[in-house]
């Protein structure tokens, strides 16, 4: 059964997955092409419309990713990968594959189709739903919804390791977050999407996920954001109900 540390530990991680969902619902300020200027030469402001810029010309979204979260408290880092997939409004799955490379073979999968958002692990036959609108839900989720602006919601600054060649934003939330203390956003110089995030928490663990092979404007089926429980897997709550 997924005991409550496991249940807070996936929905950990649905605040770190839902960060691209982040900019992937917003809708655009500036034209993708406006302003002059060398990336270089950009402010952290104007970087972060650059990105509110290219995501909302984006409907869908797919790529492979790589994730990597340190634990600082037990010194681990564990390293997971698979497929990602955003469509807009609100829906969004990720296809984690097992670690030892077996071709094809899920080990879990987080899926969201507007309303509901549901865990699945495959090797335990176990899946949990929650409610997109349930208050508990990590405060990240409502960029899910299409409510995202970077620059009303976060505090934009370069970091020390921002280039030219590779522009970096750290964002900090203007209304403090159990969920997460800082993001971190790693920027094609050419296109402003974001190739890389990291995720610091309040007690400084990293979830770090980098996306590869990027495609956008795919016109994904909604049907791949649909998820029925399968035949043999326990339901752990039942009783939700969602609209």
């Known amino acids: 059964m997924m005991s409550l540390n496991s249940r807070s530990r996936w929905f950990n991680v649905l605040g770190v997955v839902s960060v691209l969902a982040l900019v992937v619902s917003m809708t655009a300020t500036v034209s993708a092409d406006e302003g002059d200027g060398a990336v270089g030469e950009m402010s952290a402001e104007d970087l972060a419309e650059r990105v509110q810029a290219f995501y909302g010309e984006t409907e869908d979204f797919q790529a492979s990713f790589v994730q990597e979260y340190t634990d600082i408290a037990a010194a681990e880092t564990s390293r997971s990968q698979g497929q990602v997939y955003f469509k807009k409004p609100g829906m969004m799955r990720w296809d984690y594959m097992q670690s030892d490379g077996e071709a094809n ?57 921002s280039t030219a060649d590779a522009p970096e934003l750290e964002l900090t939330p203007k209304e403090p977050t159990s969920d997460y203390q800082k993001l971190e956003f790693v920027l094609d110089p050419e296109t402003f999407e974001v190739s890389q995030t990291t995720v610091f928490d309040p007690y400084g663990n990293t979830n770090e996920i980098n ?10 089926s909604a049907s791949g954001f649909d998820f029925e429980v399968p035949e043999g897997a326990r339901l752990l709550n039942p009783e939700q109900q969602c609209d």
Do not use: A
Request: aromatic share 14%; proline share 1%; glycine share 4%.
């Open 211 to 220: 996306f590869q092979e990027s495609q956008v404007n795919q016109n994904l």
């Open 105 to 161: 073979e899920r080990d879990r999968m987080l899926v969201s189709d507007g309303d509901s958002f549901w865990i699945y692990e495959y090797e335990y036959q176990q899946v949990f739903q929650e409610c997109l609108e349930d208050s508990q839900l990590p405060t990240s989720i409502n960029f899910l919804m299409g409510e995202g602006n970077l620059l009303e919601d976060f505090d934009v600054e370069l970091t020390d390791d």
